[in-house]
């Protein structure tokens, strides 16, 4: 019989955002395991978001980010988290997500939210340049595809917002893309980040 306490539960309760019932069965499945057991929450929650994930999502709320720190060019960013229910829109957690995406844009400038919104000219282009540099620096043809997809996941981590790291580990340790889910998981819709604007004083845009 695994062995936890009830301040256990409450404390997975907390962590994961789940029901008392929820939170007990995934530590007795985990043996005790506070760590297996939050895993175990947070993979159904996922697992749970990915099948929410084509279901209208017309709420949401407007994440912002003003910098303005000294020897440092003005910059403002502005990002619309979407979710399905008015509700999750107005909760400070969702409202904090939004914030923090703002924070990482700021950062980031990302060029694209999905690798899907890349235009397929651009991966051809990428590739084809990735392929050309390889060879001019002596890689042998039998390897030049592998390393083109070694490289391009290093171009869509560089201009996709959804896989890049997020800018504060010690608050988020994943991806962008993994935050998002795994708010959707914690708050039972669909979220999705819709659009982003970056504006720096000077900048020229790309």
Same mark, same amino acid.
């Given at each position: @019989? #695994?062995?936890?306490?009830?301040?256990?539960?409450?404390?997975?309760?907390?962590?994961?955002?789940?029901?008392?019932?929820?939170?007990?069965?995934?530590?007795?499945?985990?043996? &005790? !395991?506070?760590?297996?057991?939050?895993?175990?929450?947070? /993979?159904?929650?996922? #697992?749970?978001?990915?099948?929410?994930?084509?279901?209208?999502?017309?709420?949401?709320?407007?994440? $912002?980010?003003?910098?303005?720190? $000294?020897?440092?060019?003005?910059?403002?960013?502005?990002? /619309?988290?979407?979710?399905?229910? !008015?509700?999750?829109?107005?909760?400070?957690?969702?409202?904090?997500?939004? !914030?923090?995406? #703002?924070?990482?844009?700021?950062?980031? #400038?990302?060029?694209?939210?999905?690798?899907?919104?890349?235009?397929?000219?651009?991966?051809?282009?990428?590739?084809?340049?990735?392929?050309? $540099?390889?060879?001019?620096?002596?890689?042998?043809?039998?390897?030049?595809?592998?390393?083109?997809?070694?490289?391009?996941?290093?171009?869509?981590?560089?201009?996709?917002?959804?896989?890049?790291?997020?800018? =504060?580990?010690?608050?988020?340790?994943?991806?962008?893309?993994? @935050?998002?889910?795994?708010?959707?998981?914690?708050?039972?819709? =669909?979220?999705?980040?819709?659009?982003?604007?970056?504006?720096?004083? &000077?900048?020229?845009? $790309?």
């Amino acid at each position: @019989m #695994a062995e936890f306490t009830a301040k256990d539960v409450q404390r997975l309760r907390r962590q994961a955002g789940v029901g008392m019932m929820d939170a007990k069965k995934a530590l007795v499945e985990a043996g &005790g !395991d506070m760590d297996k057991a939050h895993d175990l929450l947070r /993979e159904r929650g996922l #697992a749970q978001a990915a099948k929410r994930a084509d279901r209208d999502a017309n709420e949401g709320t407007v994440g $912002s980010y003003l910098h303005h720190q $000294s020897g440092h060019p003005v910059m403002g960013v502005l990002v /619309e988290l979407a979710c399905e229910t !008015d509700f999750v829109a107005k909760s400070p957690e969702f409202n904090e997500v939004a !914030d923090d995406i #703002a924070m990482h844009v700021s950062w980031s #400038a990302p060029r694209w939210i999905e690798r899907d919104e890349v235009p397929g000219d651009v991966i051809s282009h990428e590739r084809d340049l990735i392929a050309r $540099s390889a060879r001019s620096e002596g890689k042998p043809d039998a390897i030049i595809p592998r390393i083109v997809d070694g490289r391009m996941e290093k171009f869509f981590v560089e201009n996709v917002l959804n896989d890049q790291e997020f800018v =504060n580990s010690q608050k988020y340790e994943g991806t962008v893309g993994d @935050m998002v889910k795994t708010l959707a998981a914690r708050v039972g819709e =669909n979220v999705k980040i819709r659009r982003v604007a970056r504006l720096a004083v &000077g900048e020229q845009e $790309s």
